[in-house]
């Protein structure tokens, strides 16, 4: 179980790196230095932000129980 537990924190903590880099900057930023508020094709409907959103923070739940479950599991 704790195999288990720490390959799927692994590949969550990488797929959230990869969709935290896919957002847009909102804001005037360290995204805006090097290039952020240039607009991409990905990042121009509002149905692609959308689902971006809902799978990151899908992820980032998983990311959270894997943790939590691994915290509880070396307690023991």
Known sequence: MIMTLTIL???TSLL???LV???RGKG???SSMFGGSFT???SGSSVVERNLDRITIIA???WIICVVGLGLLYKN
């Open 60 to 62: 980032s739940l998983v």
């Open 21 to 23: 880099l896919l957002h």
């Open 9 to 11: 924190l692994a590949l």
């Open 28 to 30: 005037g930023g360290l």
């Open 16 to 18: 959230l790196i990869v």
């Open 40 to 42: 991409s094709s990905l």
